[in-house]
């Protein structure tokens, strides 16, 4: 399959979570549960990636981002899009994210395009994304 045949949607409930979850398990990401919105991508059947949303109280925070292809910028990209068109349909004006401060070339992009930083700590930056 190509590319342009990737489905970006929802995540099913169920055993499709069970998938999610071993790829949090894979990754150097702290396991946490997922909360909605969880946006999938999947080719040839197979998830490929995923964008979920970190539970707090106070406001919406992206993440994780999870691709099984770390080095696939359009996955990556389309993954947000779809993630933010959700967000849109529910009524959500902004979303809080963090980037490592260890991942510069996409601290420079989001920098890049204006999205301001908000706060950050010893490790990591977090970023305000107005919808």
């Known amino acids: 399959m190509k590319p342009r045949d990737t489905l970006y949607r929802l995540a099913r409930s169920g ?5 999610l979850y071993a790829m949090v398990r894979r990754s150097r990401y702290p396991m946490q549960k997922l909360e ?4 999938v991508a999947v080719r040839d059947g197979d998830i490929i990636g995923f964008i979920a949303t970190h539970p707090r109280n106070d406001a919406i925070v992206a993440g994780p981002l999870l691709l099984k292809d770390e ?10 899009q779809a993630y933010e068109n959700v967000l849109q349909c529910a009524g959500v004006k902004s979303y809080l994210f963090n980037v490592e401060k ?7 992009s989001v920098q890049a ?5 908000i706060a950050e700590d ?7 994304r107005e919808l």
């Open 15 to 19: 055993g499709e979570f069970n998938k």
């Open 122 to 128: 010893d490790n990591t930056m977090l970023f305000k």
């Open 113 to 117: 395009v204006g999205v301001p930083l």
């Open 36 to 39: 909605w919105p969880v946006v």
């Open 102 to 108: 260890s991942n510069f070339s996409y601290i420079h």
């Open 71 to 80: 080095r696939n910028p359009f996955v990556f990209m389309r993954l947000v």
